[in-house]
């Protein structure tokens, strides 16, 4: 299957967080988590990287490629995947709500569900066919097993 997709993944995650920031300095809005409490999104934004990078690692360990919609020659459910089908994309969601947390500002909490649906539509949906399609009865079987997101 030919990769149609130019804007992968990392880049939405950049353009949001750019997105955040900006939002955060030039239209704040209310300030919804106050210091000291702003300082736990360090931890969710260490969690998300984390989670990220343990789940993308999974994949070069198995041998098959992290970029969406190259042909897939593992089905990797090992690690975080027994618990999510999308690891590396709910790490990033992670990072992106531990920084709205650390802005403490209402403005950048609007990014987060267009990043989310974003991916949906355009990454998580045609994965979810294209895996389909090379794993036929055992990604359905993981998929009944395993939730998209938790």
Do not use: C
């Not at 804007?7 to 809005?29: D, E, V």
């Not at 210091?35 to 990220?52: D, H, M, R, T, V």
């Not at 690690?79 to 500002?105: E, K």
């Not at 895996?131 to 359905?140: C, K, Q």
């Amino acid at each position: 299957m030919e990769r149609k997709r130019r804007i992968l993944p990392p880049i939405w995650f950049l353009f949001s967080l750019l997105t955040m920031l900006a939002l955060h300095f030039l239209w704040p809005g209310a300030q919804v988590v106050p210091s000291p409490y702003n300082w736990f999104g360090i931890a969710l934004l260490a969690l998300g990287i984390a989670i990220s990078l343990s789940a993308s690692n999974r994949f070069r360990r198995a041998g098959t490629p992290v970029v969406p919609f190259e042909r897939s020659t593992t089905l990797v459910t090992g690690g975080a995947f027994r618990y999510t089908r999308n690891p590396m994309y709910l790490g990033l969601v992670v990072t992106l709500t531990g920084t709205a947390i650390l802005f403490g500002t209402l403005t950048p909490w609007l990014v987060i569900p267009v990043f989310v649906w974003l991916i949906v539509t355009h990454f998580i949906r045609g994965e979810e066919r294209f895996l389909e399609d090379i794993f036929g009865g055992e990604y359905l079987a993981y998929k009944n097993r395993v939730r998209r997101w938790l």
